[in-house]
């Protein structure tokens, strides 16, 4: 094995880990690890925008009452307003850095970019690059972060485990590289920018999302985890049983796309008042119950209220899309479908990204600031990203000294690698169980097929893990299971339908204040699912 120093090891090349980066290179060295399969991630794929206060018309008190009643009574109020309240600088710092953004045409406008409105907002305050707004993100920071001399990008180099000393302090991690060789990057400071854990599910709104591997991997090292029964399942992916997972952004719904059954009659506003502007929870519940009542796999989105020039120049890239699969959505309704989309939960962390481990932060979708509570409000993803990534980069200009106690060995080993199409194959279990039992709508006997089933996988996974060579994929399979056995662990727990964790034998809210948060240590993964 060999080996290297760093000074800051940044695991993850989303918009988190880029802008962390940039931020942090003024006055550290960074070391960057952003494999090929960053690309497909979930930061590029997010179509609507970012979620700021950034109109006259708007203020910072309406954005934070959104967002506490999106998150149905568990957000962390300090925590919503320190977002909400850096979030205007941070866009400025993005427009410095040229992203962009989509302007209002409007010589009268309040704003000189477009702003628009999606589900949960009481005002127009998404600014927006067109309908590809993760791609002009990525774009833009991945060009800065290329031609930065301080920072050192890794593009063929994976983590797949972190490397903790005998006091319990990161000091790094475990790599392979593009031909398998293994590698110990040693840092002084670790932060994980590796994304959510979507790829539970058997559907998904990104073509390769993320299974969870750094919060398991932050859990190895005894850092807390939280709200893991809170998984967003966004409410329009693009049906298409023979194609890739394709997001349809909520900003459709915010320029008047309505929902329809199919028998072509709207249903939203019998539910909501907010009718297809309710949070995320309530429409993509709703479009499940639709489906089920009519033995139907998909609804239908209608936008043919625009006029076919709005709706191209709002939706260059979903237009084109769909009209390459065979839909205009200018002139008539196209299937969606929810599909998981988001984790709320993650590894817990403070303001400035840190985790309870010294040494181990936690940016994006990775972390659990107290943002979501039960459920994201939509914009607001990318906005924690920047705003905790820049917070992040202030607490990492002032190092503190790192311990230099002997490392713990690897917890993988063996002989021979696993052959992929098993791999491939227990994964699909993986995501079947989760899909069948876990997802948008819940109940206890299905949470017990699931903690049982997760039981088995995890055992038969763990033998690989210990008897094999490590590999990219046996490493997300490993942590895979392990998350998927303690989000089903939280949802068990849970007694209460609240947010995104839906279970139709404890409908409506637990008496008396929101029912506390569970968290977890989980150094082994030998979860106990009772």
């Known amino acids: 094995m060999t080996r290297s120093e760093h000074d800051v090891l940044i695991i993850g090349g989303g918009?988190?880990?880029?802008?962390?980066?940039?931020?942090?290179?003024?006055?550290?060295?960074?070391?960057?690890?952003?494999?090929?399969?960053?690309?497909?991630?979930?930061?590029?794929?997010?179509?609507?925008?970012?979620?700021?206060?950034?109109?006259?018309?708007?203020?910072?008190?309406?954005?934070?009452?959104?967002?506490?009643?999106?998150?149905?009574?568990?957000?962390?109020?300090a925590t919503v307003r320190f977002a909400v309240t850096q979030g205007p600088a941070a866009i400025d710092w993005l427009i410095g850095l040229g992203v962009p953004f989509t302007p209002d045409a409007n010589p009268q406008a309040?704003?000189?970019?477009?702003?628009?409105?999606?589900?949960?907002?009481?005002?127009?305050?998404?600014?927006?690059?067109?309908?590809a707004t993760g791609r002009a993100l990525i774009d833009t920071l991945l060009s800065h972060v290329r031609a930065h001399p301080a920072i050192l990008l890794h593009q063929d180099v994976n983590a797949i485990e972190l490397i903790a000393d005998s006091v319990g302090h990161c000091r790094g991690a475990y790599c392979l590289t593009a031909d398998n060789q293994l590698t110990a990057l040693l840092a002084t400071d670790t932060v994980l920018a590796t994304g959510g854990a979507s790829g539970l599910f058997r559907h998904t709104t990104s073509p390769i999302p993320a299974c969870g591997e750094g919060m398991i991997m932050a859990a190895e090292l005894g850092a807390?985890?939280?709200?893991?029964?809170?998984?967003?399942?966004?409410?329009?992916?693009?049906?298409?049983?023979?194609?890739?997972?394709?997001?349809?952004?909520?900003?459709?719904?915010?320029?008047?796309?309505?929902?329809?059954?199919?028998?072509?009659?709207?249903?939203?506003?019998?539910?909501?008042?907010?009718?297809?502007?309710?949070?995320?929870?309530?429409?993509?519940?709703?479009?499940?119950?639709?489906?089920?009542?009519?033995?139907?796999?998909?609804?239908?989105?209608?936008?043919?209220?625009?006029?076919?020039?709005?709706?191209?120049?709002?939706?260059?890239?979903?237009?084109?899309?769909?009209?390459?699969?065979?839909?205009?959505?200018?002139?008539?309704?196209?299937?969606?479908?929810?599909?998981?989309?988001?984790?709320?939960?993650g590894v817990a962390t403070d303001h400035h990204g840190a985790s309870q481990v010294p040494h181990l932060y936690a940016i994006g979708e990775v972390a659990c600031t107290?943002?979501?509570?039960?459920?994201?409000?939509?914009?607001?993803?990318?906005?924690?990203?920047?705003?905790?990534?820049?917070?992040?980069?202030?607490?990492?200009?002032?190092?503190?000294?790192?311990?230099?106690?002997?490392?713990?060995?690897?917890?993988?080993?063996?002989?021979?690698?696993?052959?992929?199409?098993?791999?491939?194959?227990?994964?699909?279990?993986?995501?079947?169980?989760?899909?069948?039992?876990?997802?948008?709508?819940?109940?206890?006997?299905?949470?017990?097929?699931?903690?049982?089933?997760?039981?088995v996988l995890r055992r038969q996974c763990q033998t690989l893990w210990h008897r094999h060579l490590p590999s990219v994929e046996l490493c997300s399979l490993w942590r895979a299971v392990c998350l998927a056995e303690l989000t089903v662990k939280a949802a068990r727990r849970r007694r209460e339908s609240r947010g995104l964790h839906f279970n139709r034998d404890c409908l409506g809210h637990a008496p008396g204040p929101a029912q506390a948060s569970h968290s977890y240590l989980n150094r082994s993964c030998s979860v106990d699912a009772s």
């Open 110 to 131: 309040p704003y000189p970019f477009h702003l628009t409105r999606e589900g949960g907002h009481g005002a127009r305050r998404v600014i927006h690059a067109a309908d």
């Open 370 to 455: 107290g943002l979501h509570g039960a459920n994201r409000m939509a914009s607001n993803s990318l906005l924690e990203c920047l705003v905790f990534a820049r917070a992040t980069a202030q607490a990492l200009r002032h190092p503190e000294p790192r311990s230099s106690a002997p490392l713990q060995a690897v917890s993988f080993g063996g002989e021979g690698r696993v052959d992929s199409a098993m791999i491939a194959e227990l994964m699909g279990r993986v995501r079947e169980v989760m899909s069948r039992n876990a997802g948008i709508v819940r109940h206890d006997a299905g949470l017990e097929e699931a903690a049982s089933a997760l039981q």
């Open 224 to 345: 807390e985890l939280m709200n893991l029964e809170f998984q967003q399942f966004h409410p329009t992916c693009l049906y298409d049983p023979t194609g890739s997972p394709f997001l349809i952004s909520e900003a459709l719904r915010g320029e008047g796309g309505v929902l329809r059954n199919l028998d072509g009659q709207r249903f939203m506003p019998a539910i909501d008042p907010r009718a297809e502007l309710a949070p995320r929870d309530i429409v993509a519940r709703a479009i499940d119950a639709e489906m089920q009542r009519d033995h139907s796999p998909h609804v239908l989105l209608d936008m043919t209220h625009l006029p076919a020039r709005t709706v191209r120049e709002l939706f260059p890239t979903i237009h084109a899309h769909c009209l390459e699969r065979g839909w205009d959505i200018t002139c008539g309704p196209i299937p969606v479908v929810p599909a998981a989309h988001y984790s709320c939960g």
């Open 15 to 77: 918009v988190a880990g880029l802008t962390l980066a940039l931020e942090l290179a003024e006055t550290r060295r960074v070391t960057l690890l952003r494999p090929a399969s960053d690309d497909h991630g979930a930061s590029r794929w997010a179509q609507g925008g970012i979620a700021a206060v950034l109109s006259p018309q708007d203020d910072i008190q309406a954005h934070v009452a959104d967002t506490l009643d999106a998150g149905d009574g568990l957000c962390d109020e």
